[in-house]
């Protein structure tokens, strides 16, 4: 189901109208930074429609988003020296279907509230790299893309 949102921030950023690190862009998918990265190079892929969740994308368009997600967890792995890459969607953030894809350094840096012991816990904001940070990284995987298959 395609909904027009033009205030969706990730609308938005597909349609170029506010600055992202963008990774890679075709007809159906925009990757960028996270600019509350859990790991750095920590990359959300959404779709240029608007779709409220992932249970809402076409078969197709899912699949895309999981290609270019493999794509670029063997590119993270890689670059982290890591045996693992987190993908995931999610949509509690915004209601616009899109995947996160990090390097997993800790095994906690993707975690489910059932694994966690303690009753209370607290969180605290993640800081946000400064633009130049997350344009060496998002020119850094722009390239490792490149480099490799033309298309997810």
Do not use: W
């Not at 670059?79 to 350094?105: C, E, K, W, Y």
Request: hydrophobic share 45%.
């Amino acid at each position: 189901m395609i909904v027009h949102s033009s205030p969706c921030l990730f609308c938005r950023i597909a349609r170029r109208e506010i600055p992202a690190h963008i990774i890679y862009e075709d007809d159906h998918l925009v990757a960028f930074l996270d600019t509350g990265p859990i790991r750095p190079g920590h990359v959300q892929i959404i779709p240029r429609d608007h779709y409220p969740t992932f249970d809402d994308l076409t078969a197709e368009l899912a699949s895309r988003i999981i290609v270019l997600g493999q794509r670029l967890a063997r590119i993270l792995k890689e670059r982290n020296q890591v045996s693992r890459a987190a993908f995931l969607f999610t949509g509690s953030d915004i209601a616009h279907a899109h995947a996160h894809v990090l390097p997993m350094i800790a095994p906690t840096d993707i975690t489910s509230r059932r694994y966690i012991a303690e009753e209370r816990i607290t969180f605290q904001p993640i800081a946000r790299p400064s633009d130049e940070e997350l344009g060496l990284v998002a020119l850094g995987l722009r390239r490792a893309l490149d480099a490799r298959e033309v298309s997810p």
